[in-house]
């Protein structure tokens, strides 16, 4: 049964950082491109960053660029984002997501197994 849990939301000050982490389980990790996405309150979930199964490939949606960055470490089968100078409107639940297509900029369609989200709150 393939497992996808997400870690490391929290309240954080504009300005402030956090380092989102996500673990899979019941995949071959290094033969997944990995994703994370972000829904808002009343919002439709979009792609925020993802990184194809090698690690040499990336995207970020325009917002985060230069703030957000994403890494994947295959031997502990573990996706990270470190985000950097957060804004509220980052404020979403984030969720992390595995698949075995990669397309840049990505297709939530092709992301098959997700986590359960956790949280992340910027204030101003």
């Known amino acids: 049964q393939v497992q996808v849990v997400e870690s490391g939301g929290d309240l954080v000050q504009a300005g402030g950082s956090l380092r989102l982490s996500c673990t899979a389980s019941g995949l071959t990790f290094d033969a997944y491109a990995m994703g994370w996405f972000r829904q808002g309150p009343g919002q439709e979930r979009e792609a925020v960053s993802c990184i194809n199964w090698s690690g040499d490939r990336t995207y970020y949606e325009d917002s985060v660029k230069g703030r957000f960055t994403i890494s994947r470490d295959k031997a502990k089968n573990t996706l990270y984002l470190q985000m950097n100078s957060l804004k509220p409107e980052d404020s979403a639940m984030y969720y992390c997501?595995?698949?075995?297509?990669?397309?840049?900029?990505?297709?939530?369609?092709?992301?098959?197994?997700w986590g359960q989200g956790t949280q992340v709150t910027v204030s101003s």
């Open positions: 997501a595995a698949g075995r297509i990669w397309r840049s900029p990505p297709w939530v369609t092709d992301f098959d197994h």
